[in-house]
Protein backbone atom coordinates (compact mmCIF):
# COMPACT_ATOMS: atom_id res chain seq x y z
CA UNK A 1 0.00 0.00 0.00
CA UNK A 2 3.07 2.72 1.09
CA UNK A 3 4.44 2.00 -2.99
CA UNK A 4 0.89 2.55 -4.47
CA UNK A 5 0.34 5.89 -2.23
CA UNK A 6 4.49 6.69 -3.41
CA UNK A 7 3.68 6.24 -6.77
CA UNK A 8 0.42 7.90 -7.15
CA UNK A 9 2.34 11.35 -5.18
CA UNK A 10 5.34 10.97 -7.73
CA UNK A 11 2.66 10.80 -10.68
CA UNK A 12 1.29 14.22 -9.03
CA UNK A 13 4.34 15.79 -8.64
CA UNK A 14 5.26 15.13 -11.96
CA UNK A 15 1.87 15.83 -14.00
CA UNK A 16 1.59 18.84 -11.73
CA UNK A 17 -1.99 17.52 -10.87
CA UNK A 18 -3.99 19.27 -8.06
CA UNK A 19 -7.60 18.68 -7.30
CA UNK A 20 -9.21 15.36 -5.79
CA UNK A 21 -11.21 12.75 -8.00
CA UNK A 22 -10.23 14.68 -11.34
CA UNK A 23 -6.42 14.69 -10.14
CA UNK A 24 -7.17 10.54 -9.79
CA UNK A 25 -8.82 10.64 -13.44
CA UNK A 26 -5.77 12.63 -15.27
CA UNK A 27 -3.27 10.20 -13.50
CA UNK A 28 -5.03 7.60 -15.07
CA UNK A 29 -4.88 8.89 -17.90
CA UNK A 30 -1.29 9.69 -18.19
CA UNK A 31 -0.72 5.72 -16.96
CA UNK A 32 -2.70 4.57 -19.16
CA UNK A 33 -0.83 6.48 -22.02
CA UNK A 34 2.70 5.09 -20.87
CA UNK A 35 1.62 1.83 -20.45
CA UNK A 36 -0.47 1.22 -24.11
CA UNK A 37 2.83 2.41 -25.18
CA UNK A 38 5.44 -0.17 -23.17
CA UNK A 39 2.95 -2.56 -24.46
CA UNK A 40 3.35 -1.90 -28.28
CA UNK A 41 7.23 -1.86 -27.07
CA UNK A 42 6.91 -4.61 -26.36
CA UNK A 43 4.64 -6.30 -28.40
CA UNK A 44 6.23 -5.38 -31.62
CA UNK A 45 9.71 -5.31 -30.39
CA UNK A 46 10.54 -1.88 -31.92
CA UNK A 47 10.73 1.50 -30.68
CA UNK A 48 9.87 2.97 -34.25
CA UNK A 49 5.71 1.51 -34.07
CA UNK A 50 5.79 2.97 -30.51
CA UNK A 51 7.11 6.25 -31.72
CA UNK A 52 4.86 6.12 -34.92
CA UNK A 53 1.72 5.43 -33.09
CA UNK A 54 2.68 8.39 -30.53
CA UNK A 55 3.32 10.67 -32.79
CA UNK A 56 0.24 9.44 -34.46
CA UNK A 57 -2.20 10.23 -32.31
CA UNK A 58 -0.70 13.45 -31.26
CA UNK A 59 -1.37 14.75 -34.77
CA UNK A 60 -4.35 13.61 -34.98
CA UNK A 61 -5.53 15.07 -31.64
CA UNK A 62 -4.10 18.23 -32.29
CA UNK A 63 -6.00 18.40 -35.79
CA UNK A 64 -9.36 17.44 -34.08
CA UNK A 65 -8.66 20.33 -31.10
CA UNK A 66 -7.34 22.66 -33.84
CA UNK A 67 -10.94 21.66 -35.74
CA UNK A 68 -12.94 22.22 -33.00
CA UNK A 69 -11.32 25.67 -32.12
CA UNK A 70 -11.43 27.15 -35.63
CA UNK A 71 -15.52 25.86 -35.45
CA UNK A 72 -16.06 27.22 -31.88
CA UNK A 73 -14.68 30.69 -32.77
CA UNK A 74 -15.61 31.13 -36.51
CA UNK A 75 -17.76 34.71 -37.52
CA UNK A 76 -20.92 34.87 -36.03
CA UNK A 77 -20.73 31.72 -33.92
CA UNK A 78 -20.83 33.84 -30.30
Not at 23 to 47: H, K, N, P, W, Y
Not at 62 to 77: D, I, K, L, N
Request: net charge positive.
Amino acid sequence: MAARELAVAALGAVCAIEGGKEAADQIGQVRQCASMLAVIRRETGSSKWMALTFTYMLMLAYAESRATYTTAVAPGVG
